[in-house]
């Protein structure tokens, strides 16, 4: 259930990830600001756990199956931290990514109880598991030959995404602020313009 | 051409502002913090020119016309950091401000030339006034007796606010930036209940 992909997805993977309500999408970039660092890797996983990782050659500028994926309507796309992979997608590759669920912007609205809003902490405490997050400050630049242990944490950096949006959904609701996450997403798009366009605290009084 | 209301605007003033399709609009409070600092004074001026103070009473929750107007789909309220004013009419009064323009968003997006964006220097810049601040931090709660400067003040806040508006818009449109302002005005709604929530962040990585 883990597949490597070059430059796009197949239609054959395009038209399997359609049929998902939700994806979970990631991505590793050579660093975090998208006009000096390339996009190498976009990881997928559906609601079955089927993960795919699509290799994004350098000066790469389209991928249009991956595009018509981000971008299709009836497919939630979740990320972790989606302000970023959201700005990355759209500069590297022109794709608009919606709709969009963020589990760091679910986990501060309702895990008010702690400060600790990292994937790592996310994926402890709702399902169990421990994440190996050493790869995280890696080259993903030599994208045609990752490490395995490159490759496994990239996987499971989608691969508890969608048990943890549908437990932060839960949480969400019974603390009656799934409306206002809804609201939160749907500002992101916004913001990524803004962040784009270099603008900084345009809604700060300062 | 400069009129003072208590507790709410009279019917007929209502039905003259929802002709307009642009109104200026100001508060006064105690302080910056809602939850804290009582609103004591809306202020509201049409493209006429006409300019309206409303003195809000201590523990006064409700201005049923005034919310009608603030409320009402077919007239943009154009404010001076609209984000303050929207979490204080929301918090004391129950208004949900909508539509609304934001002066202090439209200069940072519009006049990446400068850092100034306070009121002051925008009507300085785009109207050739000098406004007198001095009675800016001065006690509005003293709201059945204020005096000649705060009134002239409170009325000065939103007399030069349209035609600075007019000019943002302008500007925005030739630097291809109306739609992004558009934009981030239809995110201040979301930001206002945050806010209100004492949620700080949501959207950073931290
Ligand atoms: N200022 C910043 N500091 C750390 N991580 C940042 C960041 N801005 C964006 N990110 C991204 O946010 C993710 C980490 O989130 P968290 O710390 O909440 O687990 C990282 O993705 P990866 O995990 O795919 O490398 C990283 O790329
Ligand atoms: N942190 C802050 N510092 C200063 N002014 C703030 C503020 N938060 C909100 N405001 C409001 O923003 C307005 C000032 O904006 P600017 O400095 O851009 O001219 C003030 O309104 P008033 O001018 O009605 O008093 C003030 O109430």
Same mark, same amino acid.
């Given at each position: 259930?883990?597949?490597?992909?070059?430059?796009?997805?197949?239609?054959?993977?395009?038209?399997?990830? #359609?049929?998902?309500?939700?994806?979970?999408?990631?991505?590793?970039?050579?660093?975090?600001?998208?006009?000096?660092?390339?996009?190498?890797?976009?990881?997928?996983?559906?609601?079955?756990?089927?993960?795919?990782?699509?290799?994004?050659?350098?000066?790469?500028?389209?991928?249009?199956?991956?595009?018509?994926?981000?971008?299709?309507?009836?497919?939630?796309?979740?990320?972790?931290?989606?302000?970023?992979?959201?700005?990355?997608?759209?500069?590297?590759?022109?794709?608009?990514?919606?709709?969009?669920?963020?589990?760091?912007?679910?986990?501060?609205?309702?895990?008010?109880?702690?400060?600790?809003?990292?994937?790592?902490?996310?994926?402890?405490? #709702?399902?169990?598991?421990?994440?190996?997050?050493?790869?995280?400050?890696?080259?993903?630049?030599?994208?045609?030959?990752?490490?395995?242990?490159?490759?496994?944490?990239?996987?499971?950096?989608?691969?508890?995404?969608?048990?943890?949006?549908?437990?932060?959904?839960?949480?969400?609701?019974?603390?009656?602020?799934?409306?206002?996450?809804?609201?939160?997403?749907?500002?992101?798009?916004?913001?990524?313009?803004?962040? #784009?366009?270099?603008?900084?605290?345009?809604?700060?009084?300062?």
């Amino acid at each position: 259930n883990f597949q490597v992909c070059d430059r796009d997805i197949s239609e054959e993977i395009l038209s399997t990830y #359609l049929t998902a309500d939700r994806l979970a999408v990631d991505t590793e970039t050579m660093g975090l600001l998208p006009w000096r660092d390339r996009l190498c890797l976009v990881q997928l996983c559906d609601p079955k756990g089927q993960v795919t990782a699509v290799r994004i050659a350098k000066d790469q500028t389209e991928a249009p199956n991956l595009q018509k994926l981000l971008e299709a309507t009836n497919t939630l796309k979740v990320f972790h931290f989606a302000r970023f992979d959201m700005a990355t997608l759209l500069y590297h590759l022109d794709i608009d990514v919606n709709p969009v669920f963020c589990t760091k912007i679910a986990s501060k609205l309702v895990r008010t109880y702690t400060q600790k809003h990292g994937l790592k902490e996310l994926v402890q405490e #709702l399902e169990q598991v421990e994440l190996d997050k050493t790869s995280q400050s890696s080259d993903w630049g030599n994208v045609g030959n990752l490490s395995d242990d490159q490759l496994n944490y990239a996987a499971n950096d989608v691969r508890y995404l969608l048990n943890v949006q549908q437990k932060l959904v839960t949480m969400l609701e019974r603390e009656e602020r799934l409306d206002l996450a809804q609201n939160c997403f749907e500002c992101l798009s916004t913001i990524i313009t803004l962040d #784009l366009l270099h603008f900084k605290d345009i809604f700060e009084h300062h």
